[in-house]
């Protein structure tokens, strides 16, 4: 017999859909107007594509993918850092995605079909247990992703990690990214579907501030069908009614003050500063580098890395991740895709990682409305 926890699981629920579908239609009548949402997040990208979420949107309401792919908005010149390490000896682990991210000129893959010992990890933790295996090798830990693996690098630097380990951090902040966003007079924002992960660790209560400022409203979201079309349902119902309100669509994970133990450990390791997203912009306080207690497992210290190393990052006009990452285009906009850009053959790293924009609407067939 189902209870009602039973029933609180049913994500995709089909007859839930169809209810929360014709929702949409309803307040996108009312509102009579064009909208424009962004969700902050690859993951929601994959399940609207994944699903075909788009079909069962009404006519005029648009879901544009903001900078939420942690792999995408590695710059360049970070990716060559990595690189360099590598081929100098260094053991360099870092997570899947980013291990085919091509840098100014070479990818880590590159570097290890030429000799260099990298290897693929699932967590910080994994990295630091390889230095503790290998005393004799220097091991460093090519760190990227927003806010939620953030937390567990620090963790790791904060509870006494092997000394031949160390961090090269290419961690990122997503609030000051949306402000960026919010700020761009071509984008034309009317509300945020926000990370549900990364807000499992700030909590949702962040955004306040950000609604405040912005006068845009904020909803956090799952990442189930289910999640994203009650979120977008929420979304609406604030731009109906004209408010910039802040709601929390993902209760069974997400609170007011998030998992406040990961967060102060987050910023007891990491400060803010500013920094480019690969081909958005530079963003003030966006990036997360080591605090100077942490200096002696700091890789950009540790071994002096030149920081011109991969010179200036050399995207090309014909490449349009930035504008896609910032909600401007979308991947059948751009000249490459699916051509001369794919996942075998990526020229942007939109199409390396499983979650850049170009590379899943590649995977489920390209078109906006699948």
């Known amino acids: 017999m189902a209870t009602d926890s039973d029933k609180d699981l049913q994500f995709r629920d089909p007859d839930t859909a169809e209810e929360l579908t014709e929702r949409l239609e309803e307040l996108m009548d009312d509102i009579g107007e064009p909208v424009?949402?962004?969700h902050v997040c690859g993951s929601h990208e994959q399940a609207i594509a994944k699903f075909g979420l788009r079909s069962l949107l009404p006519d005029g309401l648009s879901v544009r993918m903001g900078p939420g792919c942690p792999v995408c908005v590695t710059n360049m010149p970070e990716v060559d850092e990595a690189v360099a390490l590598a081929e100098d000896g260094k053991v360099v682990a870092t997570y899947g995605d980013m291990f085919r991210v091509p840098g100014t000129a070479r990818s880590l893959e590159d570097a290890k079909a030429d000799g260099a010992d990298v290897r693929v990890v699932y967590s910080a933790s994994e990295a630091?247990?390889?230095a503790a295996e290998n005393p004799g090798e220097e091991v460093v830990f090519f760190a990227t992703g927003f806010e939620t693996t953030?937390?567990?690098t620090a963790a790791v630097l904060s509870d006494d990690p092997p000394e031949n380990f160390s961090v090269l951090s290419a961690h990122k902040y997503v609030p000051p990214?949306?402000?960026v966003v919010a700020e761009?007079?071509?984008t034309n924002i009317d509300g945020f579907l926000a990370a549900g992960h990364a807000a499992t660790i700030t909590g949702y209560g962040l955004f306040e501030e950000f609604v405040a400022d912005y006068?845009?409203?904020?909803?956090?979201?799952g990442f189930e069908p289910l999640d994203v079309l009650l979120g977008l349902e929420r979304l609406l119902e604030y731009v109906r009614d004209g408010e910039a309100g802040l709601e929390n669509a993902y209760p069974r994970a997400v609170s007011e003050e998030g998992n406040?133990?990961?967060?102060d450990t987050m910023w007891d390791v990491f400060?803010?500063?500013s920094g480019e997203w690969r081909g958005i912009a530079e963003i003030p306080a966006a990036n997360l580098a080591l605090r100077e207690e942490y200096a002696a497992s700091d890789a950009r210290e540790r071994f002096d890395i030149d920081p011109d190393v991969g010179g200036e990052d050399p995207l090309t006009e014909q490449c349009i991740c930035g504008d896609i990452m910032a909600g401007k285009a979308d991947p059948d906009g751009c000249d490459l895709f699916g051509e001369e850009c794919t996942p075998q053959n990526p020229v942007g790293a939109c199409m390396v990682s499983s979650e850049g924009t170009c590379k899943i609407w590649y995977e489920y067939g390209g078109q906006p409305d699948l």
């Open 128 to 130: 630091a247990d390889i």
């Open 184 to 186: 761009m007079p071509d």
């Open 36 to 38: 424009d949402v962004m």
């Open 177 to 179: 990214a949306m402000e």
């Open 260 to 263: 406040v133990q990961a967060r």
């Open 150 to 152: 953030a937390a567990p």
């Open 271 to 273: 400060e803010t500063e």
């Open 215 to 221: 006068d845009i409203p904020v909803v956090v979201g």
